[in-house]
């Protein structure tokens, strides 16, 4: 083998061996941010999870510099005892449909995230308090309002109980 043969062997094996890291190195980059939004989101609903909304609070609250937002808290009430008599594939069911009736409700602006069981929150940007209680109810009449068509749940009536504060800057 002559010595051209050999360097082209040799360029041959380091190109193979970038482009292979390279593809690694753009395969883990995936990985990781698919991790990280798994971090912040609530794999049943796919609204953010505690983690990510307190991330979204911090990023809220670094720039709401001279405006006000609310949050507004939703508990959907006897959860547990709903869970306890139907079931928790009827108990998925209820969360599911709360959390499309919220995140369907919401402007885009605005951040929902499932804190616990049937805990809801939501950071409602640029919106006073006064507002926010108006938006809240219609919600609340609207989870009132929602039917099942099938299982258990024909037959239960979902309520939710909320709350609303202000933040100002």
Known sequence: H??????MNATYAVLVVVVGLTFIAAVMADVIEELRGRAME?????????????????????KAKGRCFSIAVCD??????IV????????DVALLKVAELLRENLRR????ARFDGG?????????HREDARDLIEQLRRAIEAMRFSDGSLQR???????????YRV
């Not at 306890?84 to 108990?91: F, Q």
């Not at 602006?109 to 929902?112: A, G, P």
Request: hydrophobic share 40%.
């Open 2 to 7: 002559s010595s051209y043969w050999t360097w």
């Open 42 to 62: 609530d794999p049943l609903t796919r609204l953010l999870n505690r983690r990510g909304f307190e991330d979204a609070a911090r990023k809220q609250i670094a």
């Open 76 to 81: 959907i009430d006897h959860f547990k005892a």
């Open 84 to 91: 306890e008599s139907c079931g928790r594939v009827d108990g």
């Open 109 to 112: 602006s605005d951040e929902v």
């Open 119 to 127: 805990e809801f929150v939501m950071l409602l940007s640029d919106l």
């Open 156 to 166: 239960r009536r979902i309520t939710a109980s909320f709350g609303v504060a202000e």
